[in-house]
């Protein structure tokens, strides 16, 4: 065998990542700078890391156009992996202009949040590109750990601590569970590779385990109940970019790979599977839509209701077609523009005390509509499209994933989603309800001057959540175009 | 003949290590008592013409395992001392449910059939799975990597002071 005859160009997104985390995280050790050039250089290196993450996603738009290749089946370069590598790209360079003012206030460890938030991207790109069980793990590991660092990475501050810590605690429980899903998978039939455990699985006890514990080890990466439990505290206590972040990068990324994973396990129908995960859905939008009905805090608030939305982004799963896969990819792309919107103004709205919870309470949004009218209407643009409300992307995301789940005989799943549409509107009405008719009061609070780059972030995400939408015919097609080119 | 009498051995000698282990009153020696039972069993591992896995054995356990044990100890303040007891009133109790897990273990080994297979191990075991890494596996081998670079940084951060 010879590496230069290798594909290298499948893994051309991945190595340029990896390659910009590692001069970021050298500038640290570079020449001594004073306390005010320091801001200075973080910015320098934000603007590295916008670029390394630019010029990833334009070599994954040039292999757009380019047939599926692999790289030793070890990974799989498809159209699916691609559109999930530009989820990821856009949900981290918009947590990057949301780091841009925001980390400064309490870390001077720049050079580290960024190189830490690349690596959380490359995990993320090879997990997705994954076809292979060893290959799984490892970019599951470096996405995890990534994100473990990251989301205690305000140490002025217990919270970030503890949510750091209970994340990492059921994190590595999770990563068991994986572990051990997969060892039984290759005791079942000698192989790591997906293909050959579609091709050699008995079909048994064992391939029925492994398949399950590798299920729930993913359903905790993406937050379904009821292995949720970290979630709401590990959200809120996360600077809010590495928030924004990862609730949906993480979820994209378990999704596409969970996708693959079950795809391989045919010698157990699929059907089989598609129960599960539809009570998984059933039970991950019901709970989280429901415990959010009760959150003061639009951080916690968010935190549950990305709860709810990733069991909406099961049901692409269940029902397991050609549709249902478009109709999520889609949903990936409306949810990352719009949540992080959410959390972008979730940021400016909470208190300049660095050493306590970073958290945006409901009360500090009061009146925002007659202090910031702008900030208070793109607030309510993210609120709108989360809720699902037309002409928003948001809205033609879930039309799109319940149309599939119809599609592949899931009626009752998408009743239900319906159902639960319904009683996420309350609590992400209220948000708009305390910002645009209640009067301020001395609690309302908003972080003045808004930083520019806040402003470029909440901009392009009002653009994306508007556009999405308007253009949720072509684009969604263009995406299934895409999709279809894929082997089923 | 003489093999037997060497794994009866190790074996007796990894026991008492682990006995050593749980029975220590000085936290420390508990320590030192773990590194013996670990390098017992990658005796056995040698015994078992499992080269690969008894290095891999010393390395990880003793090399990497028990020194973040020790050093965990003597981080921590109050645990150094002699009279730093490891058992409480549950002892009784854990005794108990170790000795029906053994119960448990002994009748699993006994209703088992296992599969033995006639091959004798390759001479280069070694040298094949170091060739696998940088052949079938180089994907996930060079992706770990990146995974240590992730595990240094965070390290750091955790190990480095707070400036305010």
Request: charged residues 20%.
């Given at each position: 065998m010879n590496l230069s005859s290798l594909n290298w160009n499948s893994l051309l997104p991945e190595l340029v990542i990896v390659a910009t985390s590692l001069i970021v995280l050298i500038t640290a050790v570079v020449g001594k700078v004073s306390r005010v050039d320091r801001i200075a250089r973080g910015h320098a290196l934000a603007v590295v890391t916008l670029i390394g993450l630019l010029i990833a996603a334009g070599l994954t738009i040039m292999q757009l156009s380019q047939p599926a290749s692999d790289f030793m089946g070890m990974v799989q370069s498809d159209a699916l992996s691609h559109y999930l590598n530009l989820v990821i790209l856009l949900a981290a360079a918009l947590a990057v202009l949301l780091a841009w003012d925001y980390l400064g206030r309490f870390t001077y460890s720049f050079s580290e949040f960024y190189s830490l938030l690349l690596l959380a991207v490359a995990g993320m790109m090879f997990l997705g590109k994954s076809t292979e069980l060893i290959t799984l793990f490892v970019s599951l590991e470096i996405l995890s750990i990534s994100l473990y660092i990251l989301t205690g990475f305000n140490r002025h501050q217990l919270a970030s601590a503890e949510a750091s810590l209970k994340y990492f605690l059921l994190g590595a429980f999770a990563s068991g569970f994986i572990v051990y899903g997969a060892a039984l998978l290759y005791g079942d039939t000698g192989s790591t590779w997906f293909s050959d455990i579609a091709a050699n699985a008995s079909g048994g006890f064992l391939t029925l385990a492994g398949f399950a514990l590798l299920l729930v080890g993913f359903a905790f990466k993406i937050a379904a109940v009821p292995f949720h439990m970290w979630t709401p505290d590990a959200y809120q206590g996360a600077p809010t970019p590495v928030t924004a972040f990862m609730s949906v990068g993480t979820k994209a990324a378990a999704l596409v790979a969970l996708f693959r994973v079950l795809q391989s396990a045919v010698s157990a129908p699929y059907e089989t599977w598609a129960w599960a995960l539809a009570i998984l859905s059933l039970l991950t939008m019901t709970v989280g839509n429901v415990a959010a009905?009760?959150?003061?805090?639009i951080k916690r608030l968010l935190a549950y209701s990305s709860i709810a939305q990733a069991g909406y982004m099961l049901i692409g799963l269940v029902a397991g077609t050609v549709l249902g896969l478009q109709a999520m990819l889609f949903y990936l792309f409306a949810y990352a523009f719009m949540n992080i919107g959410a959390f972008a103004c979730a940021s400016l709205l909470e208190s300049d005390d660095w050493s306590e919870l970073q958290d945006a309470s409901m009360a500090n949004a009061r009146g925002l509509f007659s202090r910031q009218p702008l900030l208070a209407t793109a607030l309510a643009i993210f609120m709108f499209s989360l809720a699902g409300i037309p002409p928003l992307a948001g809205f033609f995301g879930k039309l799109y994933l319940f149309d599939a789940a119809i599609d592949a005989g899931w009626l009752w799943l998408a009743l239900v989603a319906v159902i639960n549409s319904v009683i996420s509107a309350y609590y992400y009405m209220r948000v708009v309800v305390v910002m645009f008719m209640e009067a301020p009061d001395e609690s309302t609070r908003v972080r003045l001057p808004i930083p520019d780059s806040a402003i470029l972030a909440i901009v392009i995400a009002v653009l994306g959540a508007l556009l999405l939408g308007i253009l949720a015919g072509p684009s969604f097609a263009s995406l299934g175009q895409a999709v279809v080119a894929w082997r089923f | 003949m003489a093999l037997q009498a060497i794994f009866l051995l190790v074996s007796a000698f990894t026991l008492l290590m682990a006995l050593g282990a749980v029975l220590a009153r000085n936290l420390f020696h508990a320590a030192l008592f773990l590194v013996g039972a670990f390098f017992g069993v990658s005796v056995l591992y040698f015994l078992l013409e499992a080269e690969f896995l008894a290095i891999a054995q010393i390395i990880i356990y003793i090399g990497a395992i028990a020194t973040l044990i020790v050093f965990a100890i003597m981080l921590s303040r109050g645990m150094m001392g002699p009279e730093a007891g490891q058992h409480n009133r549950y002892a009784p109790f854990a005794a108990l449910a170790l000795f029906f897990l053994f119960l448990l273990v002994a009748w699993l080994f006994n209703i088992a059939r296992f599969e033995y297979s006639e091959q004798a191990v390759a001479p280069d075991a070694i040298a094949q799975i170091g060739r696998a890494f940088v052949t079938t596996y180089v994907v996930p081998f060079e992706v770990a990597s990146i995974l240590l670079v992730v595990a240094l940084i965070g390290a750091i951060m955790l190990a480095r002071e707070r400036t305010s």
């Open positions: 009905l009760r959150q003061t805090s | -």
